[in-house]
């Protein structure tokens, strides 16, 4: 006995509604009946997209459409009645509780003034450099007037006239040497010079000579 819905396949369920013998216990696992679904999906979506010619008649319709005053005023009056009715505290307006939003409302959280020797950063090149990017920032803007009395503008390289922050002690050396992020990044460690004289300080391979 073979599949009711015409797949080929041996019965091997009895449908109890339909009184007959199925390939399988889920209709839709049938081979013939899941190609039927496909096409008829198929069909539905193609019905749902609109040729060039409806879209311009859909434009054309548009043209001048205004919605009249009153029926905009009904439509934002109800907006505000059933936002009222609903008992939501916004999570997103820096209030305590569960519905406090991570970023919103909330000061951001400092990192740890002084890394543990312990943390990946002092065994990674790259997690170090970032540190001491980050911190070098932080100084600078604490103490700009002593590392830049004269007030120089900072720019990217190529820039005429711009200048750089510049370790005395290389990052490179100080990861070397196992030196703390905080001793690279000190006001002490940091001096304003051209962008010309800075990159001249690296060789072919992006490190410091």
Not at 8 to 24: F, Q, S, V
Not at 50 to 63: D, G, P
Not at 118 to 143: C, I
Request: with cysteine; glycine share 6%; aromatic share 8%.
């Amino acid at each position: 006995m073979n599949c009711c819905y015409r797949c080929g396949l041996p019965a091997t369920y009895y449908i109890e509604n339909k009184k007959e013998w199925a390939c399988d216990k889920i209709p839709q696992k049938c081979p013939s009946v899941k190609s039927k679904i496909g096409k008829s999906n198929s069909i539905a979506l193609k019905g749902r997209t609109a040729t060039e010619t409806q879209k311009e008649a859909l434009a054309r319709s548009r043209v001048g459409r205004v919605v009249p005053q009153d029926v905009r005023d009904r439509i934002s009056k109800s907006n505000i009645e059933t936002k009222n009715k609903m008992d939501i505290i916004p999570w997103n307006k820096g209030k305590k509780g569960l519905q406090v939003a991570w970023n919103k409302g909330l000061k951001k959280q400092e990192s740890a003034e002084v890394l543990s020797r312990t943390d990946p950063a002092y065994s990674d090149f790259r997690k170090y450099r970032n540190r001491v990017a980050v911190r070098t920032r932080k100084t600078y803007e604490l103490f700009k007037e002593e590392i830049n009395p004269q007030n120089l503008p900072l720019g990217k390289c190529g820039i005429d006239g711009a200048y750089q922050i510049d370790h005395i002690i290389t990052v490179r050396m100080g990861f070397e040497q196992g030196l703390l992020i905080e001793d690279i990044s000190s006001k002490e460690n940091l001096r304003i010079i051209p962008w010309l004289e800075n990159i001249k300080k690296y060789d072919g391979k992006g490190l410091r000579k």
